[in-house]
Each structure stands twice: as structure tokens, then as C-alpha cells.
């Protein structure tokens, strides 16, 4: 925070990052892995929701985002977020590109556990666009769009979390990522619904949500985002060592409480809104817009607090869908609501409620609005959210429209109709009567 | 056991469960990460195993344990298993209710670190019930069960783990759960399928169980089950410090032993049963019987007797399934005879078979039968059985019995003919004949 | 290496194998815990690979590797590659069968910790075989073959791992088993492709792959494997104590580097291939190649080389499917082109590739040909690769054909016809189309 900027041959000063106990490597490298089993989430929740006739495309679609942007990540995302070089600044860093560190830099094991830990964020932040943008876009296009979502992401993770970051330098705090993931990527993907338009024929009968392609396999990807979500908030602490444990241990409860408050509240609002019946869709996203409310302060409350802000993440998510199709903009799993609004709220609600959690710096000692703390830190988590969100809107646009000017990003009409299955894949579904006359629908 | 009762105020007591290493919490908080993933194997298997046309409604109902399960766990369950006030007594505990520390807590990590890992095993209790009451059970009356059903684990859970259960006290030895999640769950379930009386026309054509919808998910779910069982049982080491690691390996070993019994006899069974043919559902309930009856004393064994304790508890699940299917009690995935008679028989395998795993104080010093150790240990745990299964029952039915007095806990007959997915959840599904055509059978 | 032979009654010599540091219990048994994960990923990948018809029997198949597979690696398994007898020798080791250390033993829990942790590479390596023998394998046959597989395995594995194998002796490093583990399941899989012959009709349109059952779930299990596989080369670092966890780390982040390179290289050989689309299984091939391809020297390499031979592995994959099915051989699932060809690579690369990893030995301070370690070490894992498929392929064929004395291996027509799911576990899927129809041209 106020610690002077490091310098190239500084010997003394490590950064935050690489600062890494030896003890607490067991837990950074094991939260990270349990973070990957999330795209295994993401992966099945997407295709879960989708029309079978996309079923398996948007699954290659999270293959490529894996690939493309964990190899765009090596290439020069860690570098915008962490590099050490001295051009780095408070907007953008540099060095450390292709990060690879050399068997006689000392530091070499806490750069490989910070590499793998930020890659793990890195690529669940740009997984999340993928829900928003299936079934219509084009598959090579999306394959650029993956290469350099990267940037998307960790110029505005730089800001929150690299040691020179202007947020961070201004004491705004997301410890796993409201603001710096899902509001990146929650608005990245509403960019991106609007770039591709609805998909054929969505808006025919209203804004009725549309029938999951595969509801036990969404449901299933839920489940695995939900434990895999432990590792991610848990995992923040960066450590087990000192006090952090006791946060650590705190952030898990607290993820948990959110996910009930979440879980309940998305419940009550399908029950009433359907007359006693339960949409799937509602409690999938309920619960994950709850859990995306909590991250950014996931061990900053107590019990009772992140049960109420999981009660809010999920109305708010609940209610922003439906609110989204008003407007035409169609987004297939509802990212836009949960990880866009979910994160707004995540990164307001730490200048709401958030404890000082002494001994730890997180907060510079600083505590929320109804801890008395007064309006500063709720004023910067604002302004983190009016920057963070213009960030993914607008850079998200610049990037599709480049794009769209060398490969068209959305399917050709025959493509959509058929289904990216078929014709990018190879895949005959037995059944492709869901989707397939809704699309043609539009033809009539 | 024998230490004084603790005081409110005394200060030098720390509960067991509170008395942890930091060293320890590494261990303690993944395993119960892993734990949680065991949901989404629950959720896999049941809902691979009932009908196509309810499998979307059982994944529903395993969401809603977790949400509403975990919220009561919050709220009165962890109270009532290890709360501190001085109203505690040897049936049934008070105090820490809505479980909220406070920052200048000394013991919060502990008591965080112990909520989380408390909550992963009441979720799991709950949980094994949902399978019992699938296809038939009404969506809302389950979800008040599911709202309640947490003051039925969390009680006995205190007689048999609380620092002042009468069981513990006596000397009765359950490390993992065979009694308090297994045998609480598996008796629960055996109440909740008398009650709610078997699916139209299940036993129209005899007891031979019904197809399963999806025996992929199925046993994609017992896979899942399989590896979240080792950090069920090896994480009930509580910690890795001093001698524990030595058990907490020890405990994965004979959890691997107990299943390979458990399989090569349910295998076994399948083939001769039905002249070498193998039939599902005998090699997943077989095989998590033995996990079942491997798990109250899964670090207290030899190889060769975890492997023989996997062999009859894999025969009992498989020999018991049909006898409750004879009985008219229609389980549609066994849960009565895998956690129930599987539970009695790993509490009962303490005593036959334990060894004393000096320097720890597991079994209070004690050994089982044929270790020597007299009938004691056998006798207590004989004890135990019948006040975990007399308590699942009769509990599980006056919970139901007074539930259907406000909501009829059976589906309406158009539901459960037409299936859960259809009408709670506006589930269309391409072939909805398994399950339909067998239910309509009931109205000729 | 050069130390010793150790004795029996030797007491200062404590083999590498239960030579643990209770700081590094917790990395190893959690890394195996993951690693078992890796059996739900082959069942998905397996199961999603073969046709609908029969992907409920090579479930059962996956489930018959680990309880029989298991079962005989405690019996025999760990004896032949780790036993302590003094008949032990470079080739074979004895002792330590039936594995079942005593309470007094003081190095129980590291033999508990050491056999689970070898378990679950045991269960991987046999587990490999299952895909390519899928669909025309007799079921019973293949639990015999199930049975004796562990041999097959744990004699090569000797020799690498073992206190006393030559091919260790001679310098031969093999970190995370590209060769013990990979390179002889895939060659144990092409020699059983070989001897059971193509399926019914395989070839009757060419050597064009033939429709997955269900790609999502091809896919699924590919993230699950991906995932489990840091934990598999991480974990092989066998603790985090010392200099171990800056190797762990590396581990961990060669092992997704080459996975980008494998997925980039899959994904343009498929678009070049195939005119701007995208076969599945060439990108879940391609990128398990690149992870087998890593393997050996996991934190051998940097970056760029893990990333080089992530695009090797891949290509190797992408080329030797096709290849082989020219040759005839019908390996379902690839089996044979990524973990036979791609281990085969993983091994060579260390030769040409490998870092001295100071401090720690496990080059015995040698290094690649290209780092400037001369031929030696390469060498060594050629003969390695030679030592290591001759056994696989030789030993698979022995088994094979002994089993076929008894059990024919082959399934008869009418149960591949029908497929064994209806044959062999009374499954009958609503849309039996894709396989059965490609079946019968057989017959016409």
C-alpha cells in the first residue's frame, strides 16, 4: 500500500505475491488446483443450459478458453498484472512476460505458486464470457476473442491486486475477485450479448427464459462451481501461516453462509414468482450470484452479514436476468446478472459491512460504512466498480469489433439453425428438435 | 471422557473440538472441501437412479438439503451437537446457536475451522435421506423436512461426538459416522419410504428393481463418492500433528481395502445372482456399503479386516435391498440397506475388530472382541445402534407425521405419473417413457 | 542410487519410498486423494468415447480396474515394485505382500502414506487399457485381465521407482510415469486393440473416427483428468519440505503449460485438417497427449520446453490415431497414440530436455543433451522406452492369450451386436441407433 514502489535491483524488497512462507505453499498450490475443477463447473453449467444443438460447442469453447487464454496469461496477462519491470505503473505493468523464472532465481518457487494461482483466476475470469456469448458466435472468432480476453482481464487485475495498482494504492479491497473477476467478466459478457445480438427467434414467445438443453448437468455444474468456490475465497488468504488460518477458515464458513442465504432467498422468489413451482435456472443462478456477492470480503463478516449479502447477490441476480431479456439482450446462462450485478454488489457490500481484520492488512485497517468506518472505503469500492465495469464494457466492445472486421463473430444462419454441433463438430444429436424449430421460427 | 465437565468460564477447558493445532488446519479445512464434492455425487447417483422424468426434481432436492440443511446447521443443529452453555447436557446440547464468533475470539479459527468441517458431515447426513423419498415425495413438504431434518442428525451426532455425550461418555467409538451420519441417515430414509408407501405400480411386476434413468450419472456419482469417502474418513483424524498423520493414511488405506472387499464381493454376488450377468445398482450400493461399514472405524484396522468388514457390508446392502423391497418398503436407491444396515454393522465392527491406535485416544484404550479386548467396546457399540436407529426412526416419522398434517408429504397422483421434472420444474424431456408408462400401469 | 542395497535387518537404511517428512504427509496423501479423481475422469472420457450402447459396461469396466486392480496391488502389486525381501533384485522385488504394516512399526504411516499414494498411480496405469479394449471385450474376461494387469504394471514400475531397479540404477528418470504408468498402459493397449481385433463394421466406411456416444462427457472427463493431473505430477515431487515445493510448484505449472501447447497445436491440426472445424476427440487427445508427454521430467523443464513438448505430445496424438487405424488396429478411445506414443515422447524428452533439478538428485545431477548433459541420459530413457514397451506389449500379449484359453476375450456377435449394456446389465437406452446399425453391415 503505502510500502515504496519496488525497484528492478531492490534486493530487499519482495513484492506481496511472491512474499510466500514455505508453509503456506501447501495451501496456495491445493487451492489452485481445486480452482481448475471450476472450469469442470463452468464447463457443464454452460452446456447444461444451452440447446443440445450447442451442447458440445460451447464445451470446446471452454476447452479453448483454457488454452488461449491460459497460454495468452504466460505470454503477457501475469506480466500486465504483476510484471516487476520499472515501466510498470499504477495503470499497467510490464516484465516477467513469458514468465519463467531461471533455476538460480531465488524467488523461483514462490513465482511458480503465484503464476499457478493466478492462472487459476485468470482463467475462470475469462471462462465466464463464454456462457454469454453461446450459441451464436462463431467458433473461430471466439477463438480470437479467448486469445485476447486475457488483456480484459488482467490490466483491470492489476489495478485491484498488482502491487503498484491504482485501487489497490487507494485502498480498495477484493480478496477473490467480485470486482477484479466476476464484474470483469459479468461485464464482459454483457458487452458481448449486445455485440451478437439475441440468438434466432429467442424473443418469439416473450422473454420467458428458454429450456435448459441438459437441466442434471447444469445442476451438476453448479455443485462443482459451489466447492470449487471454497478453494477460491478460502484460498485468498494466500496462506495458512500466522493468523491466516483462522480467515481462512473464516472465508469458507462465510462462502457457505452466503450460498445459503443465496440459495433460500432464490427459493422463495421462484416459488412466489410461479406459483409454487421451482425453476432450475433461478436456483442455479440465485446461489451463484449469492457466492459472487460474498467473494470480495469473503472472510471481512460475520454470519449473519454474509447471509444477507447472499440473500441480495441472489434476488439481484434473479431479477436482473428477466430484466436484461426486457431489454434484448439475450445471454444464454445469465452471466451478465450474476457475475456483472453479483460483482457490483461483491465489491459494494465490503464497503457496507467489512470488519477490520486485524491482525492481517487486507483492509489497511480500514472497516465499512455500518462498522464505522465511515463513507471512505464504500467511496472507493464504488469508484472501483465505475472503473472496473467501463473497463470490461468498453475494452470488451473495442475487442469485438476489431475482431468482426477480419472474422464475421456471429454464425452464418444456417450454422445457428442447425446447431454449432453439427456443423462445426461433427455431432448428430438424437434429438434435435430443441432449438432447432425455435431458430427456424425466424425464418417464417 | 473422564475430564471434568466444562465450565462456561473456565478458561484452561478447551473442547476437543476446538483444540486444534494450527498444523492441523491445513488438513482439517481440505478435507472438508473434498467432503463437500461428495454433494455432487449424491446428486449424480440419485438422480441417475430414478426415472428420466424425475431426475431433474431429485438434483432440485439436493440443492435444497445443502441450502435449507446447512441454514439449520447455522442456525440450531451445530448447537445442539457441540454448543457450550451450561444447559448442556448428555442428550442434547445448548449454546453458540447461529454460530457467529466474534474477531476478538481467541478460539474463532478454531471454532470456524470446526463449523465448516461439522457442516460438510451434516450435509451429508441430510443428504442420504433424499434418495429414500425420490419420485413420490411432494416437492414443498420435502423441503420443510429438509428444514427440520438437521435437529435429527445434529442431536445423536452430540450424544456420540459432543464433549458430553452420554454414547462418548460410555465409551462408544465412531470416528467417521457409521453411526451418527450413516445409521442416522440410512434409518431415516428406511422411515421416510414406509411413510411415504411405494410408486404407483412399483411392484407391479414384482420386486425386481426398476431400470435406472441414467446409469452413467450413477455411477459417475458413486465415483465421486468414492474418493470424497477418503477425506471423510482420513480427515476424521482431525490433523496431521504428532501421530495422527500415521492414521490419517492409515484411514485412506483401509477405506481403498474396504471397498475393494466391497466390490469384489458385490460383483461376485451380480454374477451368480443373475448367471453372469452384472446388474448396476448391486455394484454401486455394494461398494458404498462397504465404504458404509468401513467408516466408525476406519483407521483401527488391519488390511486383511477392512477387507473383510467391505465383504459383508458390500452382501448386507446387496441381500438387504431386495428384503425391503419384499417387505413392501419401496427405496428407489437403497439408501435403507447401504447407510442403514451398513451403518449397524461398521458401528458393530468397531467392536469386534478395533485396535487400540495408541498414542491416540480413539477407543479410550479399549480394543474389540477379537483384539482381546473383551465385550465391552462390542456392547457399547451395540448400544449405540440401538439408540441411533431407534432415534432415525421414530424422529423421521413424527417429523413426516406432523409435516403431512399441513402439506401432504405424497405427490398428487398427475404428478407422479407424469413426473416431478414436468410439473414442478417445466421440464421437458425427449423420452419420458421410462417411468410413465410403468406409473399409468397403476390406473388400468 | 549408488547407496547401498538395503538389507532386511539393516536399521539406519530407510528406503526413499518411506523416507517422508511428516511435513510432507499432508502433500502426499492430499495428492492422492486428487489423484484417484483421475478414475471419474477416465469413466467420462471412456464412457463419452464409445457408442451409446455400450457406455454403460465400460463404466463397469472402470469400476472393475479399481476394485480388482486394487485388490491384487495389495496382494502382489506393491511386493513386485517395492518389496524389501532379500530376494529382491534389479529385475523383480519380493516381500511386503499382502501390504499390512503392524501399530509397532515405526515406519506405519509412511508405508500407509507411500501404498496409497502408489495405489493411486496403480489404478491410473491399469485404468488406461480399459478404453482401448472397449466395445468387443467379454466382461468376464476382462476381469480376469483386470486381475492380472497389476503385474504388468508394478514389475516395470520396479524398475523405475524401486529401491533396486535397473533401469533407476542406471539413471533413468521418469518422474510422474510417462513410462512406467503411461507408456505401458498404452502399450499394453495397443497389444490388447491387437489381439481382440477391430470391431463389428469398424472399418466399413474407412478409417474415419467413429461418432462419440456422448461428447460432453468425453470432454467432462477431460477436464476432470487435466485437473487431477496436476496433483499427479505435483504430487511427485513426494512432499513440499526443503527445496521440494519450489519443484512442486514448477510441476504444476509445466504441467498446464504443456497442456497449451498440446491444445494450440490439436486445435490448428483439426482446423487444418478439416477445413475450418473442429473434431473433439482430436483436441481431448491432443491435449492428453501433451499432458502424458510432460510427465517424466515434469519440473525438469522451463517454460518454452514445456510448452514445445506439449505441442509434440499433441501432434504425436493427433497422428499416430489415424495411423494406427490404417494399420487396422482399433483403439476406441486413442489410447494407444497418447498414452503409448505420447509416453514414449515424455521419456525421450527428458533425455534431450532435462534441467539438473539441484538440490534436489532426481537426475542424479545429470542433465539433457540439449542442456549440455551429453547422451547419457538420453541415452538411458531410450532404453528405458525400449525396456518398458517391449515389456507392455510382450507381457499384455501373454496375459491375452492365456485368458483366451479359458474365457474368450472376444464378446460374441450378438451381445456386441445389441451391445453389452442390454447383454450384460439389462440397460436399454431410448436411442440405441448410433452403434447397432454400423454393427450389422457386418452381417449383410
Known sequence: ???????????????????????????IITSSFMIFTMQTGFGMLESGCVSIKNEVNIMMKNVVDIVLGGLTYWIFGFAFSFGRSPLSNSFISFGDFFTDPSLKDPLKGAIYAAFIFQLSFATTATTIVSGAMAERCNFKAYCIFSFFNTAIYCIPAGWMWGEQGFLKKLGAVDIAGSGAVHLIGGSSALASAVMLGPRLGRYDNGIKSLP???????????????????????????GLSGEKWHYAARAAVMTMMSSFGGGTTSLLYSLIKLNGKIDTIDIINGILGSLVGVTAGCF?????????IGCIGALLACLFMPLFDKLGIDDPVGASAVHGVGGIWGVL????????????????????????????????????????SAWGLVSSMILLWTINKFVTIRMEVHVELLGADLTEHFVRHGNVNVGVSRAISTLG
Open 1 to 27: 500500500m503505502g510500502a515504496p514502489l519496488p525497484q528492478k535491483n531492490e534486493s530487499q524488497h519482495t513484492p506481496w505475491l511472491y512474499d510466500i512462507d514455505p508453509d503456506d505453499t501447501n495451501w
Open 212 to 238: 435448459l438443453g441438459n437441466p442434471v448437468n447444469a445442476v451438476m455444474g453448479l455443485f462443482v462451481l459451489w466447492w470449487g468456490w471454497l478453494a477460491f475465497n478460502s484460498g485468498s488468504t494466500y
Open 300 to 308: 471481512l463478516y460475520q454470519a449473519w452479514e454474509a447471509l444477507l
Open 349 to 388: 457490500a465490503v464497503g457496507i459491512f467489512a470488519q477490520d481484520p486485524y491482525p492481517l492488512r487486507t483492509t489497511s485497517g480500514r472497516s465499512g460504512l455500518l462498522r464505522g468506518g465511515g463513507w471512505y472505503l464504500l467511496g472507493v469500492q464504488s469508484l472501483a466498480c465505475v472503473c472496473l
